[in-house]
């Protein structure tokens, strides 16, 4: 724990609030479908760390295809009657609940509510003949702090246990009128502020692949019930890798889209009004046509329209064929990624080269003061927000919390602020300039230093950060490798570039990462969200 | 004065920039072109207020065409070859040298390069038979603070004298792509934020209408030049109305784009990295068909590949029919309009109810607060960044750059400046609501509390700022009618609705504002450049 004098914590004030997240851990239990949970004693034991392949012993084919199938073809098969919202939400919800008995991934089941929608929607099929919109029927899993309406929003602080939300946010609302059907609502840490999902209100959520592993953060709830296939979309936020990270941990796919193209309004966390790095919303999910799928709606209802703060930029056809140039990004120079993340990285290089795409190297460009502006954008304030906001329940800090609370520079003054905005600007054109002059149309690199975290351990933000810093939007994708401790072997290394660089790469234990997904990032210039789709989708048809 | 301490003031230290400032003024008059300067004894004497019928008596029924032809069809002519780049820039030249001596517009005259680059072009027309671009060979004025390669660019402060920029600022680097000859910088105010034009530099900028009135600013050589006819279209910016209240007072067109859509990297000014409310570039012009041109060339130019902090938004090409629904500001609540602006607002809805356009009230909602905001986030560093430029030369503080410093509420921390974010987020939402509630398309509302001001008098800025404050892009065009001192008499009040009211309200003389454009403004929702013009298209068409 980092050298930090926790000022909130107030133990006894804290006692008063016990029966608030006794009630919230009630809630979360009571709204578990009872028909749905597999009794304690045929759930694997804790010893058991994979538990990805779990859901085939109980459930049916029929049950595992439909969790297994892309949200474009569902959409379409219910929308056309053939197969009803009610049968694609028991799949989904059978499987989430198996999710959250073994990842603790869930923060509330919206079971009543989403039983109600499905029967009205698939009599509107049988009214209709036809669907009610380009998401008709799809079950949505959604970040906990991502008001639902009526609810109890709580961003992962315990003094917000008593926070009914009175309205959906802007993008539930969309996403309802597109059709889709949100049914559960997913873990965060917090403050919001981790590369992990850990709270005083839900507890640790894991990942499915590997239980001793983080299944990152803050959208880990998100990553670890989608990488479990629970779901097959969901919305995730991301100010410093929040939506990436925890899609390249659990093995699925993440859109952080340009900050302003998809509506935030309505989501709550502490530190409303900090805009030197906007934090942005978007899609995880199991395939990455769904990905296209959830941007190309959603921005198809003009967003905008509702929400003032965004871009009114339509969603654009863009086709991309393999003329494309991807820059490789083997590491940011700050910290070495990890073997198997290297390996991760040849192996695309291969395939592309193989299937004729051009690759050039990327050399990083000064990361390390990326870095240093971002980390001290984040809590320009000293933190005040989310200080107040832990000090309203005294709950205790959790180490990550402190850790992130240590980034930067402290409270700065407004002077000091705009003067990082000035030099992030500066950033953003050089780095339009560099992609522009080195003619790369992607850069492929890293999520994160490597293929997960332990829980409780991640730190280093910057594969991720640098991009939020820069508002390039970044797609994260599994490769279709795993780390293997027989072939990823430790980098035997006796020199480091830094202190931060030596500390992570000794994380590295081959044994503690096994069976871990092997996820890169793609990154597009600034607004370029369609472009980066469809070099995304050329380069994972390139991994077949 | 305001209850303001000058802390930065040095006239010791002032002293030993006298050169400079000489050097400066002496580069200014050696700039002018010698064949166009009309003799001191040919000029109207200085109780001669209204100069604008004067080129009149010195030009030639064809320089007079030309310099009061619009842009388009300049550019038309010279693309063809029917008229030369030469020709027009003589005509230009001339009359903008004309402006200068009687209104101390221009702060310095770039003939050499405009006359090299005018004689390329015309080569150009006649080796390809075409124009080089949209803007082939249309000369154009550029406010000082917009940098010219290897030129110094002050912003109004002294300190900065010695300040040779380099580079092209984006926006002139692009408008030289596109044909156009910077032919002229022009004046503004010392620190940028006054709504006057006066520094210890060029001095104090006049109304060609009226010399005892002020041309406004910040923009306000731009506005007085444009105003006489001495360009035909430039280039301002606008934080406050600095581009809407110089084409206000001047009764000419000019655009505050929605902030973003064209470039301000490479305009100088204090205070880099304020973002809260961002300050926007674009045209003013004799013609509003040639603020279109401007735009559309403009943004046709892709800007956003030389700056990264533009929005990648095309120009859409919008048509407006007279089913628009106008609404009708008559006044902000805060402070009432003097007299002749209510008196062009009746005039252009009975133009338009003529016409068949829908007009109805438009109430205004809580421009107090939109004041309060937008007043304290102007200066949130406590004016840091301004005075420690002034401080640099320890120039005299001007009357207005001590009023516009004590806005506010002084230094902020950033967690207020961060609340003030929220709550203008949250203002943006609630006027774009409004505004689909209650079915208004467009604003018609005043640019200023009165036609103009008399020369060091500005103060308040609310007409404009609040738009700002919301983004919300502002077109302001002349009603073609002018103050008339038996028409337009004083209001006859007993009551105020505060203190500024009252102040404002006594500062309407009907005598003193003789002859000065009524102009008015109209504003669309937040990015709906395009709709705004095409609106605007409409309006002034129904008030031939």
Same mark, same amino acid.
């Given at each position: 724990?980092?050298?930090?004098?926790?000022?909130?914590?107030?133990?006894?004030?804290?006692?008063?609030?016990?029966?608030?997240?006794?009630?919230?851990?009630?809630?979360?239990?009571?709204?578990?479908?009872?028909?749905?949970?597999?009794?304690?004693?045929?759930?694997?034991?804790?010893?058991?760390?994979?538990?990805?392949?779990?859901?085939?012993?109980?459930?049916?084919?029929?049950?595992?295809?439909?969790?297994?199938?892309?949200?474009?073809?569902?959409?379409?098969?219910?929308?056309?009657?053939?197969?009803?919202?009610?049968?694609?939400?028991?799949?989904?919800?059978?499987?989430?609940?198996?999710?959250?008995?073994?990842?603790?991934?869930?923060?509330?089941?919206?079971?009543?509510?989403?039983?109600?929608?499905?029967?009205?929607?698939?009599?509107?099929?049988?009214?209709?003949?036809?669907?009610?919109?380009?998401?008709?029927?799809?079950?949505?899993?959604?970040?906990?702090?991502?008001?639902?309406?009526?609810?109890?929003?709580?961003?992962?602080?315990?003094?917000?246990?008593?926070?009914?939300?009175?309205?959906?946010?802007?993008?539930?609302?969309?996403?309802?009128?597109?059709?889709?059907?949100?049914?559960?609502?997913?873990?965060?840490?917090?403050?919001?502020?981790?590369?992990?999902?850990?709270?005083?209100?839900?507890?640790?959520?894991?990942?499915?692949?590997?239980?001793?592993?983080?299944?990152?953060?803050?959208?880990?709830?998100?990553?670890?019930?989608?990488?479990?296939?629970?779901?097959?979309?969901?919305?995730?936020?991301?100010?410093?890798?929040?939506?990436?990270?925890?899609?390249?941990?659990?093995?699925?796919?993440?859109?952080?889209?340009?900050?302003?193209?998809?509506?935030?309004?309505?989501?709550?966390?502490?530190?409303?009004?900090?805009?030197?790095?906007?934090?942005?919303?978007?899609?995880?999910?199991?395939?990455?046509?769904?990905?296209?799928?959830?941007?190309?709606?959603?921005?198809?209802?003009?967003?905008?329209?509702?929400?003032?703060?965004?871009?009114?930029? +339509?969603?654009?056809?863009?086709?991309?064929?393999?003329?494309?140039?991807?820059?490789?990004?083997?590491?940011?120079?700050?910290?070495?990624?990890?073997?198997?993340?290297?390996?991760?990285?040849?192996?695309?290089?291969?395939?592309?080269?193989?299937?004729?795409?051009?690759?050039?190297?990327?050399?990083?460009?000064?990361?390390?003061?990326?870095?240093?502006?971002?980390?001290?954008?984040?809590?320009?304030?000293?933190?005040?927000?989310?200080?107040?906001?832990?000090?309203?329940?005294?709950?205790?800090?959790? +180490?990550?919390?402190?850790?992130?609370?240590?980034?930067?520079?402290?409270?700065?003054?407004?002077?000091?602020?705009?003067?990082?905005?000035?030099?992030?600007?500066?950033?953003?054109?050089?780095?339009?300039?560099?992609?522009?002059?080195?003619?790369?149309?992607?850069?492929?690199?890293?999520?994160?230093?490597?293929?997960?975290?332990?829980?409780?351990?991640?730190?280093?933000?910057?594969?991720?950060?640098?991009?939020?810093?820069?508002?390039?939007?970044?797609?994260?994708?599994?490769?279709?490798?795993?780390?293997? +401790?027989?072939?990823?072997?430790?980098?035997?290394?006796?020199?480091?570039?830094?202190?931060?660089?030596?500390?992570?790469?000794?994380?590295?234990?081959?044994?503690?990462?096994?069976?871990?997904?092997?996820?890169?990032?793609?990154?597009?210039?600034?607004?370029?969200?369609?472009?980066?789709?469809?070099?995304?989708?050329?380069?994972?048809?390139?991994?077949?």
């Amino acid at each position: 724990m980092p050298p930090y004098i926790d000022k909130t914590t107030d133990p006894v004030k804290f006692e008063t609030w016990r029966p608030q997240i006794e009630l919230a851990q009630k809630r979360l239990k009571d709204s578990l479908v009872a028909d749905f949970v597999v009794p304690q004693s045929d759930l694997p034991g804790d010893s058991v760390l994979d538990v990805s392949t779990f859901p085939a012993k109980v459930m049916s084919p029929a049950e595992l295809k439909i969790t297994e199938t892309d949200a474009s073809t569902l959409v379409l098969e219910m929308g056309s009657g053939k197969l009803s919202a009610k049968t694609v939400l028991d799949a989904f919800m059978k499987r989430a609940t198996i999710a959250h008995q073994l990842l603790n991934c869930a923060t509330e089941f919206l079971a009543d509510e989403a039983y109600e929608r499905a029967k009205l929607l698939d009599e509107y099929v049988q009214t209709y003949g036809k669907p009610i919109g380009p998401l008709h029927g799809l079950p949505m899993s959604i970040k906990e702090h991502v008001s639902i309406k009526n609810r109890v929003t709580n961003a992962g602080f315990v003094a917000l246990l008593n926070n009914v939300t009175p309205e959906d946010a802007t993008t539930v609302s969309i996403l309802r009128s597109l059709g889709a059907i949100p049914f559960v609502r997913t873990n965060e840490p917090q403050s919001l502020m981790h590369q992990d999902s850990c709270n005083y209100i839900t507890g640790v959520t894991l990942n499915g692949f590997n239980r001793k592993l983080s299944p990152s953060g803050s959208s880990g709830g998100e990553g670890a019930l989608i990488g479990f296939k629970g779901s097959v979309m969901g919305v995730g936020t991301d100010i410093g890798g929040s939506i990436r990270s925890p899609a390249a941990f659990n093995g699925c796919y993440g859109l952080r889209p340009t900050a302003g193209r998809v509506s935030s309004r309505g989501c709550i966390s502490a530190g409303g009004g900090q805009e030197s790095v906007k934090s942005s919303i978007g899609p995880l999910a199991q395939h990455l046509s769904d990905i296209e799928l959830f941007m190309s709606s959603y921005v198809g209802a003009k967003p905008w329209l509702q929400d003032a703060t965004l871009y009114r930029i +339509p969603w654009k056809k863009v086709d991309v064929d393999k003329q494309l140039t991807v820059g490789i990004m083997r590491s940011d120079g700050v910290v070495k990624p990890h073997p198997p993340i290297l390996r991760g990285l040849e192996f695309v290089e291969k395939k592309l080269i193989e299937a004729g795409v051009k690759v050039v190297e990327w050399e990083p460009y000064k990361c390390d003061e990326l870095w240093e502006i971002v980390s001290s954008m984040y809590f320009a304030d000293g933190c005040a927000a989310q200080n107040k906001l832990l000090g309203a329940s005294g709950e205790p800090i959790h +180490p990550l919390t402190a850790m992130a609370f240590s980034f930067g520079k402290g409270e700065l003054t407004v002077s000091e602020n705009q003067e990082l905005n000035y030099r992030r600007d500066e950033f953003r054109n050089k780095y339009q300039q560099l992609m522009i002059e080195r003619g790369v149309d992607v850069i492929l690199c890293p999520a994160y230093v490597g293929v997960a975290a332990e829980l409780g351990t991640t730190s280093y933000w910057g594969y991720c950060s640098h991009w939020n810093l820069l508002d390039q939007p970044g797609l994260v994708f599994p490769t279709g490798l795993y780390q293997d +401790p027989v072939v990823d072997k430790v980098d035997p290394r006796t020199e480091y570039w830094n202190l931060t660089d030596e500390k992570e790469s000794q994380k590295y234990v081959p044994n503690v990462f096994k069976g871990a997904p092997i996820a890169l990032q793609l990154v597009s210039q600034r607004y370029e969200d369609e472009f980066l789709l469809a070099a995304g989708k050329i380069i994972t048809e390139c991994l077949r």
